[in-house]
Protein backbone atom coordinates (compact mmCIF):
# COMPACT_ATOMS: atom_id res chain seq x y z
CA UNK A 1 0.00 0.00 0.00
CA UNK A 2 1.44 3.65 -0.64
CA UNK A 3 -0.24 6.79 0.22
CA UNK A 4 0.87 9.96 -1.51
CA UNK A 5 0.31 13.53 -0.42
CA UNK A 6 0.74 16.27 -3.00
CA UNK A 7 1.33 19.61 -2.31
CA UNK A 8 2.81 23.64 -4.11
CA UNK A 9 -0.64 24.58 -5.98
CA UNK A 10 -1.72 27.67 -5.68
CA UNK A 11 -2.91 30.80 -7.61
CA UNK A 12 -0.49 32.03 -10.07
CA UNK A 13 -0.62 34.83 -12.48
CA UNK A 14 0.05 33.58 -16.42
CA UNK A 15 3.82 33.01 -17.31
CA UNK A 16 4.64 32.21 -13.40
CA UNK A 17 5.72 28.97 -12.21
CA UNK A 18 5.08 26.72 -9.51
CA UNK A 19 6.70 23.71 -7.97
CA UNK A 20 3.88 20.62 -7.49
CA UNK A 21 5.68 17.91 -4.52
CA UNK A 22 4.39 14.69 -3.83
CA UNK A 23 5.27 12.54 -1.08
CA UNK A 24 5.15 8.98 -0.83
CA UNK A 25 4.63 6.83 2.39
CA UNK A 26 5.98 2.82 2.50
CA UNK A 27 9.66 1.87 1.66
CA UNK A 28 8.81 1.04 -1.99
CA UNK A 29 8.93 4.30 -3.83
CA UNK A 30 11.88 3.60 -5.86
CA UNK A 31 10.01 0.48 -7.41
CA UNK A 32 7.15 2.62 -8.79
CA UNK A 33 6.62 4.66 -12.16
CA UNK A 34 5.40 7.83 -10.65
CA UNK A 35 2.93 9.92 -12.92
CA UNK A 36 1.21 13.43 -12.76
CA UNK A 37 -2.39 13.99 -14.12
CA UNK A 38 -4.87 16.92 -14.04
CA UNK A 39 -8.37 17.24 -14.21
CA UNK A 40 -10.41 20.50 -15.32
CA UNK A 41 -13.68 21.12 -14.05
CA UNK A 42 -15.94 18.94 -16.54
CA UNK A 43 -13.29 17.53 -18.35
CA UNK A 44 -11.50 14.14 -18.07
CA UNK A 45 -8.79 13.34 -16.21
CA UNK A 46 -5.51 13.35 -18.54
CA UNK A 47 -1.92 12.81 -18.50
CA UNK A 48 0.63 15.13 -17.58
CA UNK A 49 3.90 13.10 -17.09
CA UNK A 50 5.45 9.99 -15.95
CA UNK A 51 8.64 9.44 -14.95
CA UNK A 52 10.44 5.87 -14.17
CA UNK A 53 11.99 4.58 -11.47
CA UNK A 54 15.77 5.78 -11.38
CA UNK A 55 14.00 9.07 -13.05
CA UNK A 56 16.21 8.14 -16.29
CA UNK A 57 13.02 7.84 -18.33
CA UNK A 58 10.36 10.87 -18.63
CA UNK A 59 7.54 11.62 -20.65
CA UNK A 60 5.14 14.62 -21.28
CA UNK A 61 2.09 15.68 -22.73
CA UNK A 62 2.58 18.21 -25.81
CA UNK A 63 1.33 21.39 -24.34
CA UNK A 64 3.44 20.73 -21.67
CA UNK A 65 6.85 19.82 -23.33
CA UNK A 66 9.41 22.17 -22.74
CA UNK A 67 7.36 24.04 -19.63
CA UNK A 68 7.00 21.47 -17.32
CA UNK A 69 9.52 19.25 -15.69
CA UNK A 70 9.22 15.73 -13.72
CA UNK A 71 11.97 14.48 -11.50
CA UNK A 72 12.33 12.20 -8.29
CA UNK A 73 14.19 12.16 -5.66
CA UNK A 74 13.81 8.50 -4.26
CA UNK A 75 15.69 9.68 -0.60
CA UNK A 76 13.25 11.51 0.29
CA UNK A 77 10.00 9.62 -1.26
CA UNK A 78 9.40 12.07 -3.42
CA UNK A 79 8.08 13.22 -7.07
CA UNK A 80 8.18 17.06 -8.37
CA UNK A 81 6.79 18.59 -11.11
CA UNK A 82 8.25 22.21 -12.09
CA UNK A 83 5.74 24.31 -14.13
CA UNK A 84 6.89 27.16 -15.74
CA UNK A 85 5.23 29.43 -18.02
CA UNK A 86 2.08 28.52 -16.96
CA UNK A 87 -0.79 29.69 -19.23
CA UNK A 88 -4.82 29.50 -17.89
CA UNK A 89 -5.50 26.20 -19.67
CA UNK A 90 -2.91 24.71 -17.03
CA UNK A 91 -6.08 25.31 -14.48
CA UNK A 92 -6.46 22.22 -12.89
CA UNK A 93 -6.39 19.94 -9.96
CA UNK A 94 -3.20 18.02 -10.42
CA UNK A 95 -2.94 14.60 -8.75
CA UNK A 96 0.25 12.55 -8.29
CA UNK A 97 -0.20 8.50 -9.11
CA UNK A 98 1.96 5.27 -8.56
CA UNK A 99 2.28 2.75 -11.08
CA UNK A 100 3.74 -1.08 -10.19
CA UNK A 101 4.51 -2.05 -13.39
CA UNK A 102 7.59 -2.11 -15.52
CA UNK A 103 7.13 0.67 -17.78
CA UNK A 104 5.27 4.04 -18.37
CA UNK A 105 1.76 4.51 -18.78
CA UNK A 106 -0.43 7.38 -20.00
CA UNK A 107 -3.97 6.38 -18.70
CA UNK A 108 -5.25 7.32 -15.42
CA UNK A 109 -7.07 3.67 -15.44
CA UNK A 110 -3.80 1.88 -14.99
CA UNK A 111 -2.23 3.57 -11.97
CA UNK A 112 -2.60 1.60 -8.51
CA UNK A 113 -2.60 4.91 -5.92
CA UNK A 114 -3.49 8.49 -6.19
CA UNK A 115 -3.15 11.30 -4.19
CA UNK A 116 -6.06 13.49 -3.13
CA UNK A 117 -4.96 16.51 -5.63
CA UNK A 118 -3.81 20.16 -5.42
CA UNK A 119 -5.07 22.96 -6.96
CA UNK A 120 -3.41 25.24 -9.43
CA UNK A 121 -5.35 28.07 -10.63
CA UNK A 122 -3.56 30.06 -13.34
CA UNK A 123 -5.25 33.65 -13.77
CA UNK A 124 -4.28 35.64 -17.22
Known amino acids: QVQLVESGGGLVQAGGSLRLACVASGRTFSTYYMGWFRQAPGKEREFVAW????????RYEDSVKGRFTISRDNAKNTVYLQMNSLKPEDTAVYYCAADRSVSGKYSPYEYDYWGQGTQVTVSS
Open 51 to 58: ISWSGGST
